[in-house]
């Protein structure tokens, strides 16, 4: 794919809007241009939908790195590890959407299914510009039956056009390792050991950390802070405060919090707060 010529000059900081609407359930998006931007493994729990607007982003996923540049659209399942910086330009911009399985089914009248994406980067201008469009739409009109629809439309014209043929019914995160998900959510707030979740795994500790890597692709460590941040962004949408927040999903203080937000979602939990609908 072609990418495009550097912008003249740099973009002197990053500058990104993480939005949140309740439209058909509830869903974030994001507007963001990225200069010094740099993502950590992480995944989401939703499907992220997104376009490079300009610019080239490089992605890691699927064991391979990923050139992304201009009207090239972003698709991964939840929990589909991944992570990034800047590609070859000085910066780039994005628009992403964090759209929760709920809205996919019905945007594609799939009760059950979870749709899976062989190749998460394709070059469609024409789908780019529809995302671009709909995000500038939820930004400037309140029509909610407007908004509804072209939310629906969006998301069903992206499924079934850049999904794998047919959606693949699965359990997200695996059945494997179930148990251990299921403890660390119900228990967010508290401290974790690798005895305590290879105990409940019934598998050795090296048996899991192999099996827990492979099914998550990521480490213990890092799924449990990722699922600490996904805790703080329920809780800040549900209208808590950033130290309550901080509290609830189990970080040690709310400078802890907030550098951990901000490395997944490039913006701090104060700006989030602040952006709101």
């Given at each position: 794919m072609p990418l495009l010529e550097a912008p003249v000059g740099r973009r002197p900081q990053n500058e990104a809007t993480l939005r949140h609407t309740d439209l058909l359930g509830g869903f974030d998006y994001l507007r963001a241009d990225y200069t010094k931007q740099t993502f950590p493994k992480h995944s989401h729990e939703e499907y992220l939908v997104g376009v490079i607007e300009s610019g080239v982003h490089d992605v890691w996923c699927k064991g391979e790195w990923w050139h992304a540049s201009k009207d090239v659209v972003a698709t991964f399942s939840p929990d589909e590890a991944h992570h990034g910086g800047l590609g070859d330009a000085d910066a780039w911009r994005q628009t992403i959407f964090y759209f929760p399985q709920d809205i996919v089914r019905e945007a594609m009248d799939s009760a059950d299914s979870t749709y899976s994406f062989h190749q998460p980067f394709k070059h469609s201008p024409e789908i780019a510009t529809r995302l671009i469009n709909l995000r500038s739409l939820l930004q400037t009109n309140s029509d909610r039956l407007l908004?509804?629809?072209e939310v629906l439309q969006a998301v069903g014209q992206v499924f079934e056009t850049l999904s794998d043929a047919e959606g693949e019914e699965r359990s997200v995160g695996g059945k494997e390792l179930g148990e251990v998900r299921d403890?660390?959510?119900?228990?967010?707030?508290?401290?974790?050991?690798?005895?305590?979740?290879?105990?409940?795994s019934g598998f050795t500790k090296r048996q899991f950390m192999s099996r827990f890597q492979k099914q998550f692709h990521m480490a213990p460590y890092q799924y449990v802070m990722l699922a600490r941040?996904?805790?703080?962004?329920e809780m800040l949408q549900k209208g808590a405060n950033i130290t309550d927040?901080?509290?609830?999903a189990g970080f040690s203080d709310q400078s802890h919090l907030t550098r951990n937000f901000r490395a997944i979602y490039g913006v701090t939990p104060a700006r989030y707060i602040q952006q709101g609908t």
């Open positions: 908004l509804e629809q403890y660390i959510h119900d228990n967010i707030q508290g401290s974790f050991d690798i005895s305590t979740l290879a105990d409940l941040v996904r805790r703080a962004r927040a901080s509290f609830e």
